[in-house]
């Protein structure tokens, strides 16, 4: 085993091969930097490039790609407060704040070395765990996967501060537009209108970008600033604070990186999910907790560093199983496919050195990549000082361009306005808009995995081990935030 | 923002979910269950929502103390008088979605960052123009290499030369 990982760490080391990680790597850089473009949209680019390439360096490729896109995202979560991936939502809670305080670059530093980190812990995860995993793989069932669904909405709670009520129908709000489109469970088509686009329900790239992007850019247009102010702006060595925030809170770091392998490892539950749980948890069972949400770096950490461990999770099944535990794992699955790999337990046997390259790829692309977005951080992060009316115009045509490549239609442009609108309306009404995505994100695996489980086991299955034991987790960590935001100071 | 403000978005809520869970009751069995649940559910939030903001201004009237506050974001202005503010940039916003339509999406992006960042942004025309140019190589490059689709339009340029 010993000689097999260092032979397959030589072979990712050979000139060829680290060149091909490379260049996913920067293309990963660029698709985490733009908004609304994704991990799926990345490897959807490399994928014809991978016909007629022998294993290796596409193999160095894709995973290369895949590792970094949620390391760069944070770039406009930051910086701009836009979600550059579906990981990097939570982010935008306490790393536009710091932003907005002038200390752009500490959250970025913090937020490349949590992500390498994480995305180390998500590597040797990948590796320790893969002879192991297949009966826990199994033993996630519907029952399972709904109630982790229910584990995410209830980190509404904490995201709603002092006013759970106005938080959960700011959820109830997501649950409803995810309602949009097909039922999963029979052919019908809710609330669509007679308008086609709305058949496929409306896309989060689309619901994600109005909703964070368009009210924060009209404020800052009204408001006439930029996001931060020049003479306040920290350029150049806040990075290293974000080094010594990691470090100092190492233990928040590994734990997160563990949630978001355990969330990773769940197929279906998606990267969406992950950086909320892993947010509302950190905010819940850090001390000081009331800082989240208002530029606390640890509300950096925790997201990213889960994140990126959440790749080497979603492997597991991918590899094992050939069960894509997400639309860019799924490609992912696509891509080995055509280079001739069989994902299945022969991986681990047969395929052994294969595997053995991936968890290098995975591991050397994070710690590149995450130097890469570092060396770069001092100078992107001068955009925050820029004036809104200066960036507003760039900005919105990058946005619509990226919205637009949702289904590739008017609608997705007309939605984007749309909910943009909606968001600055709630915004302004003083309504939490992140438990909107919340609930969106979530309502298909409730609803899908709550037909599922009623139609194979009835109601047994309320009293199967791992939904009691969820059900326990999720009623502790709600109760506790409950407290916990009860001793806030008024 | 005024007191109705949140009262008003509440009851605009309360009637969406309302709408919800009645048009619901006319589907399937298997497509009504999580659209009614959600509907009703809305319907308490909603309503238990607009019961604690009443709660909150009778006592500030009582204790004349500020009402219920907003948890985050812009300073509390009346929400017609912040719309009327954002109004000019919406104004923005459509003129460069028709422009879209018009003469596609590469053209309308230059004509949209040159005019904004003249006009608002305070820039020389030569800035702007600079500026425009930039963000059309921008979208021209990255679209060639992501492979990016653009937006159907009545006359796009860059279409009938053959750049796209």
Redesign the interface.
Known sequence: MIEGILQALLTLLRPVNLLFMLGGVAVGMAVGILPGLGGTVGLSLLLPFVFGMEQEPAIAMLIGMAAVVHTADTFPSVLLGVPGSSGSQATIMDGYPMARRGQADRALGAAFFASMTGGLIGAVTLLLILPLARPLVLAVRSPELFMLALLGLSMVGILSGKHPVRGGLMAALGLAIAAIGAAPATPFYRFTFDQLYLYDGVPLAVLALGLFAVPELLELLVSGSAVTDRDAAVVGRGWRQGLADVIREKWLVFRSAVLGVAVGFVPGLGGSVVDWISYGVAAQTSSGGEGFGNGDVRGVIAPESSNNAKEGGALIPTLLFGIPGSGTTAVLLGGLVLLGLQPGPRMIHDGLGVTLLIVWSLALANVFGALACVAASGFVARLATVRASRLAPVLLVVMLAGAYQSTRSWGDIVAFVLLGLMGWVLRRLGFPLPPVLIGFVLAASIERNLWISMTRYGWSWLTDPGVLLIGVATVALTAFGVHLNRREPS | ?SRS??LI?LGV?LV??GA?AL??LG??T??RF??LF??V??VL??S??MW?VMRAAARSDADAKPAR??????PPVA?AR?FR??VP??LW?VG??AA??LVG?MTA?GL??SA??WR????SAVRAGL?AVA?VV??LV??S????????ALFDPFAQLGVL
């Open positions: 923002m403000d949140p978005g809520l969406l979910f919800m048009s619901s589907f399937p298997r497509a999580y659209p959600v509907g559910l809305g939030l909603a238990g929502e604690l506050p907003v948890e985050s974001g812009p929400l912040a503010d954002v940039y919406l916003l460069y979605l879209i339509a999406m992006s949209f960052v904004f960042l608002e942004g305070d820039v500026g963000v921008l979208l990255v679209g290499v992501f492979s990016l689709q653009w937006p159907g």
